[in-house]
């Protein structure tokens, strides 16, 4: 298991950016697919990025091209830079962990470990 802190959610207008960020406790941090997730009210939370250990990225359709996820592996933080933010992106947004870190993983429920989440809020 591995203990995860999100930061950085906000109010943002429609069309402006913020970043996120998720520090990661422990030594193995490296090795695990790590993934931003969301959750709007009333709707399944969904993968909006994943990074696996080697560097592979996954984008959920509705955030290709503006949002972009990375690691520093030397300060156990994954990001999410979120660009062009729309009214629809708002939701809670959740960084995780799986311990398999080959796996590009895009099902919430494989994820161990989650961060307590962070509120993202987009107006128009």
């Known amino acids: 298991q591995v203990q995860l802190v999100e930061s950085g959610g906000g109010l943002v207008q429609a069309g402006g950016s913020l970043r996120l960020s998720c520090a990661a406790s422990g030594r193995t941090f490296s090795s695990y697919t790590m993934g931003w997730l969301r959750q709007a009210p009333g709707k399944e939370r969904e993968v909006v990025a994943a990074i696996t250990r080697s560097g592979t990225t996954y984008y959920a359709d509705s955030v290709m091209g503006r949002f972009t996820i990375s690691r520093d592996n030397a300060k156990n933080t994954v990001y999410l830079q979120m660009n062009g933010l729309k009214p629809e992106d708002t939701a809670v947004y959740y960084c995780?962990?799986?311990?398999?870190?080959?796996?590009?993983?895009?099902?919430?429920?494989?994820?161990?470990?989650w961060g307590q989440g962070t509120q993202v809020t987009v107006s128009l």
């Open positions: 995780a962990a799986d311990g398999r870190g080959w796996v590009v993983q895009t099902t919430p429920a494989n994820f161990g470990s």
